[in-house]
Every structure is written in structure tokens, then in C-alpha cells.
């Protein structure tokens, strides 16, 4: 049995809890960054600026327009989401380098929030090289330049977290609107949460490489500027940036499974093997709620616990280790 190395409790608060200890380099919760690509400096633009800033993100409003952001100013280490407002300038698409530091800010993990007129861009060849982050084309019925919309939730997409809290339907003046074709993608396709009157997707979600793409039907910020003030448009942005995806909730439950599975063996004793799935849901419980660092203190529990189960003879190395092992990976996938 190998010989453990006990650290002592401050220190283990530290690490867990985020706090500075003996130079340790350690995870403290910190609010979700979002850095918003303007297509104008509006009153719409400016509202949902405000809204983010309440729901209590870290938002930064990029001091050019989306089509003079180069991938650079700023740069977007250290952001958790970007939101780009595409309506006033759909004639100006983004630069390839552009471009291709959002695909790839996606790829290890970021929130892309996007709306028309991207489908048209690419539809019309304008703006082509982030293909996977544009989830419908143009054109549709539901094409129309200040016009009220009615949105409605596809039926069994209520509980998806980008429409948490959002009516089942409602309407909205929308500054313009083309809920274009979906587009199919033979790997992770796109899933629609709500359609337009014509039944075309209005808001469409897609996960791509680590990262979650988030599209809405409307383009902002034309000749008025009022879709960006309506309080169910702000809940959908706030909701598209908090969303962090079903990967974490799977991983979490691949490990709860794996915890389980060594009790039916007889590799655990049924209450040992309860109080680590409670950690586990707890620390689920509170992803659901938003609460980063009290998840990843549980999760940290949980690893603490499993090994003074390895240390007393309770558990072999090599079936706990791999628990411990899968704990650390969902902390890591929690921090990003």
C-alpha cells in the first residue's frame, strides 16, 4: 500500500476554496467574462451591456465595431463567451483572422453567441471561414425590417438552460429578422429551442469541439435599435452566456456510475460508496445553480475522501485512483 502524504487542512482550504496560500497558484470562482463585438454603439447595444453587467458577468464592450476587430484587440484569453451583433453591419464581415480566432476560441471552450446577419454573410460568400459557428442561412418567409415576432419554444426544449425562465412564447419588436434555412452538420448538429412563425428556427444551440454555439433569428442594431431592449431578448443572452453545455452534468454522472458500479462489485461497502455519490450530487446541484467554486470544494471532497479510502485498505489503488483521476478532470472542465 503506498504511503500518503497528508497536507494540512489550511492548505487543503486553500486549494479548494481559492485562496492564497504559500504562493500557491489555486482557483478562485470568478464571475463569467464577456466581451461583446458591437456592430454600433446603440442604446440597444448599451442595454444589453447593462443587463449582463446585472446578471453579474465581467462584460467588456469592444472599443471598435466587429468588422475593425482583428482576433487581437482585445485579445480573448481570459473571456468566457463573446457576443456578436451583426445587424448594422452585414455589408463589413469580419477578417479571416478574425475569423478564425473565434473558431477557435470556441474549439477550447468559449460561448459563441451570434445572430443575423452571419447566415447572411455566408450565404451571400461575404464572410465563409467560421462555417461551424453559423447555425442558419438566408433567406426565409420570416424575413421582415422592423416588424414584431413572435417567438415559440419548441415542444420538449423547455428545460434547456438557454430558456431558463423564458416564456413558452412572446413578442418582440425586432430591429430586422430572417429565421433562415438550418444548417446541417454531419457531426454535433444544431438543435432547435424556439421557431418563428413560419416555424424557422429562431434559437438554435450547438456544441462544438468544447465549446457552445448560441443563434438567434434577429439581426440588431439596423435602422432602429430596440430588439436589444426587450427584457425576454436580454434573458436569452444572459442564459447563452451562463449555459456551459451537458458535458460537464455526463461527466459527472459517468463518475457517479463508475462509484456505483464498485459497490455492486463488492469493491465498496454500500455506505461508503453513498457518501461519495452524495458529494457528487451536491457538487452537481450546485453547477445547476452556478456556484463554480462550492462544486469544484465537493469535488475536491470527494478526491479527499476516496483517498483516505485507498489510505486505510478500504479501496485498491487501481480502482480508485481512476476516480480520483476522473474528479480532477471535471474540476479542470469547470475552471476553463
Aim: proline share 6%.
Amino acid at each position: 500500500m503506498r504511503k500518503r502524504l497528508r497536507l494540512p487542512i489550511l492548505v487543503v482550504t486553500a486549494v479548494v476554496f481559492g485562496l492564497s496560500f504559500m504562493g500557491l497558484t489555486v482557483y478562485a470562482d470568478q464571475p463569467r467574462r464577456v466581451l461583446i463585438l458591437p456592430d454600433a454603439y446603440t442604446d440597444g447595444t448599451v442595454a444589453l451591456l447593462e443587463a449582463l453587467k446585472s446578471a453579474g458577468f465581467d462584460v467588456t464592450l469592444c472599443q471598435v465595431v466587429k468588422f475593425k476587430w482583428d482576433g487581437t484587440n482585445p485579445h480573448l484569453t481570459g473571456f468566457d463567451a463573446v457576443i456578436h451583433l451583426n445587424g448594422a453591419t452585414s455589408h463589413t464581415p469580419l477578417s479571416i483572422e478574425a475569423q478564425y480566432a473565434l473558431v477557435d476560441f470556441v474549439k477550447n471552450g468559449g460561448n459563441f453567441i451570434g445572430s443575423q446577419f452571419n447566415g447572411y454573410e455566408q450565404a451571400d460568400k461575404r464572410q465563409i471561414d467560421m462555417p461551424d459557428l453559423v447555425l442558419q442561412l438566408w433567406p426565409h418567409p420570416d424575413n421582415c425590417k422592423e416588424c414584431e415576432m413572435e417567438w415559440a419554444v419548441v415542444p420538449g426544449q423547455e428545460g434547456h438552460p438557454v430558456l431558463k425562465d423564458v416564456p413558452g412564447t412572446f413578442t418582440f419588436f425586432a430591429d430586422a429578422h430572417d429565421a433562415g434555412p438550418l444548417v446541417e452538420f454531419p457531426v454535433n448538429p444544431a438543435l432547435v429551442l424556439m421557431t418563428s412563425p413560419a416555424a424557422g428556427p429562431a434559437v438554435t444551440v450547438r456544441e462544438f469541439g468544447r465549446g457552445l454555439v448560441v443563434n438567434f433569428s434577429f439581426a440588431t442594431n439596423t435602422s432602429t435599435d430596440l430588439t436589444l431592449q426587450d427584457p425576454n431578448i436580454q434573458l436569452l443572452y444572459i442564459n447563452a452566456v451562463a449555459w456551459r453545455g451537458h458535458r460537464l452534468e455526463q461527466s459527472i454522472e459517468i463518475l457517479t456510475d463508475d462509484v456505483r458500479e464498485l459497490v455492486t462489485d463488492g469493491a465498496l461497502k454500500p455506505v461508503q460508496g453513498f457518501f461519495l455519490i452524495l458529494r457528487l450530487k451536491i457538487a452537481q446541484r450546485q453547477l445547476d445553480e452556478g456556484h463554480r467554486r462550492a462544486a469544484v470544494f465537493l469535488l475536491g471532497k470527494f478526491n479527499y475522501h476516496t483517498e483516505d479510502l485507498i489510505y486505510d485498505g478500504s479501496l485498491v489503488e487501481s480502482e480508485g485512483q481512476p476516480l480520483i483521476e476522473a474528479a480532477l478532470k471535471i474540476i479542470e472542465d469547470i475552471k476553463q
